[in-house]
Nanobody, 115 residues
Framework: QVQLVESGGGLVQPGGSLRLSCAASGSIFSIDVMGWYRQAPGKERELVATITSGGDTNYADFVEDRFAISRDYAKKTVYLRMTSLKPEDTASYYC?????????WGQGTQVTVSS
């Protein structure tokens, strides 16, 4: 089993920045993918960004170079640095851990972008 604990969400003004963190614990495989998805009210959950154990990254088109995903392998933690935030970025952000057993999700952290 894998446990994921997210942190770093909150209220920020348009144009502001936040950094989300997700710490994984439990049975972590050497080959895996970690990442972030988000879900706004009334919408489906969508990909934000992922990073493999090899360091390959993938971003949704709406990111537009505003977000950066990274991971600390020693700390088993993945980060999402978000800049130039827009009101449409408001959503619950969920951490993902994926390996050969399947997908594991965190409980989500709320990001609200509003003046």
């Amino acid at each position: 089993q894998v446990q994921l604990v997210e942190s770093g969400g909150g209220l920020v003004q348009p144009g502001g920045s936040l950094r989300l963190s997700c710490a994984a614990s439990g049975s972590i495989f050497s080959i895996d993918v970690m990442g972030w998805y988000r879900q706004a009210p009334g919408k489906e959950r969508e990909l934000v960004a992922t990073i493999t154990s090899g360091g390959d990254t993938n971003y949704a088109d709406f990111v537009e170079d505003r977000f950066a995903i990274s991971r600390d392998y020693a700390k088993k933690t993945v980060y999402l640095r978000m800049t130039s935030l827009k009101p449409e970025d408001t959503a619950s952000y969920y951490c993902l851990y994926r390996d050969s057993r399947g997908d594991y999700w965190g409980q989500g952290t709320q990001v609200t972008v509003s003046s």
